[in-house]
């Protein structure tokens, strides 16, 4: 497995290469335009960049607790106009994902409050809870967690209030084998602040693939079945004309090789360049990186030179 | 032994050689001596009087710390006629608590667990911090103030916790960042039997903890390693092979006890069926050495074991 190159190591020749070999990049949003603290200097000019040269941009993250409009609204304050439908979020395409099988049925759901908007919009039924605390005897969990409704799916992606009578629940529905557990974001960890990292979704939801022995439909990065949705989407003959950018090697790179994807991890976020250089799961080395989509900017020309 | 024998098949000889093999007996309660959390099943209580008879030692070890060991005493008393001590119960909280008390543990505790079994430690004189977030969470603001907010402790507890959370578990994670903070685990059973099947049990949720903050907890439940330890160092005299293991869980009895060395007898009233046994290939660590559809069949008449388990479903 070669080393990645930092883009702004490329020679003359590579770099016109590298920016010939893609018309469309996905790109993370969380620790790649901003993070928990602050907006990422300049990257703007890297997007503005890109879009001058042609090429397609998407944006594809794990972060379904804020809403699209929030989202567009941020860009928006860094000067990007972004449109809702060039975002994608688990909740989004867990809608698409259903609709896609033409799904009909009750979705029992663990997920934030803007999560579930999306799906009810989208015309689902949804059941959730129990949503308050629950009395401390086996008589009231067995009240709170058997239900005979007849549940189609499990769904689970970050919740704030997940509570252990809602995992038991989700799992009683799981016994009924016609029943999918979809996950969206699957992130063990998430970072809340620098060095601070809180559990994150994909813990809980490994709860429920153990315990039901099942293999997860995965509609948040790096899942298979939304790689497939997005190159469907969009038409994807030749996946590696595709640049899938992120500051997460599991999710971001990992997402974007698995799909046949070249790879672009950025050092503005999650990950460091220690980090980086120490992982060695070829799967989650990208092929390229940059200390932030600033540098994007700087090889495509359009950003600012450095100072002469 | 590659596959489980069962009792009911053996002659008159080999059952008496099969009682004649222990002399001390580590026995589950729930599924195995009663219905969980409910009434005895019937032949168990003749049982249990069969080998005090005999002169064998009756140690019961659950996972279930619901029940006070006062409670357990009494029932054993009420519905089985049976006299117990307060030393042949062994359950998580009394183990926490015994394991404080040995390491003369006198710091602030953040207890994932029942009341009753936060009971037990506070009457040995424990303190425990209250919970922080108990509201429903809106913001990042109360999530931030449900994780990192209320006193830093020494200890971290976690056993059965009806209403555990998200939010909880992560003030623990945050807690245990810090490596003087005890991480000490009750019942870890991965699924617990209960209605018509099984349930998540305490075991994932605290496995997440684990994993989150990179270090396992000590274990005094079942099957945990330091419970495992504990109950081989209660009776040195007794040799591992002397000592019969007798439980409805595959993964929290009978695993847990063939790793010891002890014999194990798997009964049919709990969380096992005869076809998960039949499923194991011969020689797995699962595997047990001897079977009885209840616990009655250890009695010198064997009673039918009824079908009324499964009340708790709806």
Known sequence: ?308 | MSSARHLKTMSEKERDEFFDSFDLVFCDCDGVVWYPLRDFIPGSADALAHLAHLGKQVTFVTNNSISSVKEHIEKFEKQGQLKIDEHQIVHPAQTICDHLKSINFQGLIYCLATPPFKKVLEDAGFRMTKENGTGIITSLQDLHEAIFGGDSVEAVIIDVDFNLSAAKMMRAQVQLQNPNCLFLAGAADALIPFGKGEIIGPGAFIDVVAQSVGRQPTTLGKPGEDLRRLLLDRHPGIPPSRVLFVGDSLASDIGFARTSGYQTLLVLTGGTKLEDVHQLPDGHPQMPDYLVDCLGEMAPDKPQPSNSYSALST
């Open chain 1, 1 to 308: 497995m070669a080393k990645p190159q930092h883009i702004l190591q490329l020679s003359e020749e590579q770099r016109r290469s590298f920016v010939d070999s893609f018309d469309r990049v996905l790109s993370d949003i969380d620790g790649v335009l901003w993070t928990m603290e602050h907006d990422v200097p300049r990257v703007a000019e890297g997007y503005s960049a890109l879009e001058r040269s042609g090429k397609q941009l998407t944006f594809v993250t794990n972060n379904s607790v804020r809403t699209v409009e929030q989202c567009v609204r941020r860009f928006a304050k860094i000067g990007m106009q972004v449109k809702p439908e060039q975002i994608w979020h688990p909740a989004q395409s867990i809608v698409s994902y259903l609709r896609g099988i033409n799904f009909q049925g009750l979705i029992y759901i663990i997920a934030s409050p803007p999560f579930k908007a999306v799906l009810r919009e989208a015309g689902f039924q949804l059941l959730d809870g129990p949503n308050e605390f629950i009395e401390e005897n086996y008589e009231s969990l067995a009240k709170h967690i058997f239900c005979k409704q007849p549940v189609r799916a499990v769904v689970i992606d970050v919740d704030f209030n997940l509570t252990s009578p809602k995992m038991l629940r989700a799992h009683l529905y799981l016994r009924n084998p016609e029943c999918l557990l979809i996950e969206g974001a699957s992130d063990r960890l998430l970072p809340v602040a620098k060095g601070v990292n809180i559990i994150g979704p994909g813990l809980f939801s490994s709860i429920l693939e153990e315990a039901s022995g099942r293999e997860p439909i995965l509609l948040g990065k790096p899942g298979r079945q939304l790689g497939e949705l997005i190159v469907g989407h969009y038409k994807i003959d030749r996946p590696s004309r595709v640049l899938m950018v992120g500051d997460m090697l599991a999710q971001d790179v990992g997402f974007g090789r698995q799909c046949g994807f070249q790879t672009l991890l950025v050092l503005s976020g999650g990950c460091t360049r220690e980090q980086l250089l120490a992982e060695t799961d070829p799967r989650h080395i990208p092929d390229f990186y940059a200390d932030s989509m600033a540098d994007v900017a700087q090889i495509l020309g359009g950003g600012p030179r450095s100072h002469v």
